[in-house]
């Protein structure tokens, strides 16, 4: 494996952590279901990275309050 497949497999589980984390918090997944979710949900953002389906550039003034 090359280090840019490694760095972006860790990006896939750290954020599929997060999401599943929030669908325990909704209860929408049962807690004892976290790592098979985690795995199923990095899995998909991972391939998504792999034909690269990225999302479009991140505007800040999106999340700034207008004067």
Do not use: G, Q
């Amino acid at each position: 494996m090359t280090k840019d497949y490694e760095e972006k497999k860790e990006w896939c589980d750290n954020v599929a952590e997060l999401i599943v984390d929030e669908m325990i918090h909704a209860e929408l997944v049962k807690k004892e279901n976290f790592e098979e979710a985690v795995a199923v949900a990095a899995e998909e953002i991972f391939a998504r990275l792999i034909v690269n389906d990225y999302p479009p550039p991140f505007n800040p003034k999106l999340i700034t309050k207008k004067s």
